[in-house]
């Protein structure tokens, strides 16, 4: 509790100074307005001639009196404040120091600073560096959720009791163009109804994208993409979902076995069945997802496990083995579940929030419900408790935002359709559908709540490297705030903590410049605060120096102080 309340006094601190500046600009403004008397501002602009203006300055300078100077000291402490004040923000913002970056890149090499030599003999070499680490280094690249929620049977639920928003436009729109990619092809011109489904994909109106769904199947009731649309939207139960995409399953196995036929007369035709081979496997995958929803688990899990043995490209997107994992974390099929994890949870694979925290789950599922912090503190940790503590450690460096969630320290909302890897929209996903099997292992959770900040005593800061992965990401703030509501806290990670030098050197400039102002404003008062100040700092120095009298022999006092 005192730790917790430490931590909040010290935010508290950190997010005043966000708002500093102002306070450091109206006392500048202040100061110069207080002192346009005395530093006679106006009478100095208007002078005439040099002349003039010498003599001027010679009768200012010597009629000047210390608040002068006592007002200077504390005009300068105000400047270098908001030196200082300015710093802070610039690394804040981007985590180094711009005054540090100005003198690299910019005065160095005007003074000299570095052999023009060696810098053209490592340019090819710095060069090829950049690009591989660009190479390596993985962008912040969306993805979509394989667990994503049905928007009538749950999203629109959810606006209907509380009135937010779950998704936000960016995130649909992403939705909208997989839509347009999975499920329309250029084979699609001049029939109607595909005509009328790629207009309802884009359409941002749900109420418009469902009659365009009804439209289409006027049209031609196998329009299998339009029962997709009906049953992601305009659905309400899950029952509803599962019923909409039967009728979905029949016509889209007779658009594929159409289109197989066909599928070697050219492009085009080529196109229409890898079109109908999309259709089919989305809706076999939703259709396994509403068997997860409504209990059947061991349906889910035969469809979950027939659809990984497909092979066509929408299968690098889909990640349907995510799905099959928290399905048989359901059942409480481990053994299942490693079998799966062996298989893709493989270097040479990307990896997940699901495949991470699922590792590390089943391993301290093995320790969890015997593991005690005081004794282990006392012992020393296992073989099985140090397997699985690092596991949990793998999983934290890849995501670290998903232990509050499991943890229950932040708040769980809906998960956005769309999930960027190691970011706070991914924890949430995780977390969203995984909190249940955490709980059901007994111990888990709080062998993850002793053990998971141990992770950032291994990771160096700033974030130059990573110890299992690749150096964390700094753009996932930016893509989380883009794919999760507004009424949502997003998760940040690394937060740039603020150097105590510079709060430090911050706070001395305020406590200056303070000083001078009462100093100026209140001159004896202050003088004689000032002398009391000196008394009490020297009464230690007197102290000694009397001991010292009444040690040392008298002869040795004067030949040090006549030295």
């Given amino acids: 509790m005192v730790f917790g309340f430490l931590r909040r006094i010290k935010s508290w601190i950190v997010w005043s100074w966000t708002y500093l500046w102002a306070f450091w600009f109206l006392l500048v403004l202040f100061v110069i307005y207080y002192l346009r008397g005395p530093l006679k501002i106006s009478e100095n602009i208007g002078m005439g001639n040099g002349c003039t203006f010498l003599w001027q300055t010679t009768m200012f300078l010597s009629t000047l009196t210390p608040k002068f100077y006592v007002a200077l000291t504390g005009t300068s402490s105000l400047i270098s404040g908001l030196i200082l004040i300015f710093e802070w923000w610039y690394f804040r913002k981007y985590g180094t120091s711009f005054i540090e970056q100005v003198s690299l890149n910019h005065i160095s090499p005007w003074i000299g600073g570095g052999d023009v030599s060696n810098e053209t003999n490592n340019v090819a070499t710095s060069t090829s560096t950049t690009a591989t680490s660009q190479q390596a280094v993985p962008e912040c690249k969306v993805w979509r959720n394989p667990l994503n929620l049905f928007r009538g049977a749950e999203y629109q639920r959810f606006y209907w009791a509380t009135n937010k928003e779950p ?211 006392k012992r020393g940790l296992t073989t099985a408790e140090m397997t699985a503590v690092e596991a949990i450690h793998r999983a934290v460096e890849f995501n670290p935002h998903v232990p509050k969630y499991l943890l229950e320290m932040k708040p769980l909302i809906l998960p956005p359709e769309h999930v960027l890897k190691r970011g706070d929209s991914e924890a949430i996903a995780y977390a969203f559908f995984h909190l249940p099997h955490w709980k059901q292992v007994e111990g888990a959770l709080n062998l993850l709540h002793c053990t998971w900040e141990g992770t950032f005593r291994m990771l160096p800061y700033p974030l130059e490297r990573g110890h299992l992965f690749y150096p964390y990401p700094t753009c996932t703030e930016c893509a989380d705030r883009e794919l999760l509501p507004a009424f949502h806290e997003v998760s940040v990670y690394p937060k740039k903590e603020l150097p105590f030098f510079i709060l430090f050197t911050a706070g001395l400039c305020s406590f200056t410049a303070l000083l001078a102002l009462l100093t100026h404003q209140y001159p004896e008062p202050m003088g004689v605060v000032a002398k009391a100040m000196l008394s009490w700092v020297s009464l230690p120095f007197h102290y000694l120096l009397d001991k010292l009298e009444a040690v040392l022999p008298s002869n040795l006092l004067q030949q040090l102080s006549r030295i």
């Fill in 167 to 377: 998704l936000t436009y960016y995130d649909m729109n992403l939705s909208a163009q997989d839509h347009q990619t999975f499920f329309t092809c250029e084979g699609d011109c001049g029939k109607a109804e595909y005509e009328i489904m790629q207009t309802a994909w884009r359409e941002r109106n749900p109420v418009a994208r469902i009659k365009a769904a009804h439209d289409a199947l006027e049209k031609n009731p196998d329009c299998a993409p339009a029962y997709i649309l009906l049953a992601e939207e305009e659905a309400t139960t899950i029952l509803d979902v599962e019923k909409i995409l039967k009728q979905a399953l029949r016509a889209a196995e007779m658009n594929y076995r159409k289109s197989q036929q066909t599928q070697h007369q050219g492009s085009v035709m080529e196109a229409l069945h890898r079109r109908d081979t999309n259709v089919l496997i989305y809706i076999k995958r939703r259709l396994a997802m509403c068997a997860r929803k409504l209990g059947k688990l061991k349906e889910a899990v035969k469809m979950f496990r027939d659809l990984t043995k497909e092979v066509p490209p929408i299968m690098n997107v889909l990640n349907i083995h995510e799905n099959l994992i928290e399905a048989l974390l359901e059942m409480q099929a481990y053994a299942d579940v490693q079998a799966v994890l062996a298989k893709y949870d493989d270097i040479s694979l990307p990896k997940s929030a699901t495949i991470c925290y699922t590792a590390a789950l089943l391993k301290a599922r093995v320790v969890a419900d015997k593991f005690s912090p005081d004794i282990a503190s």
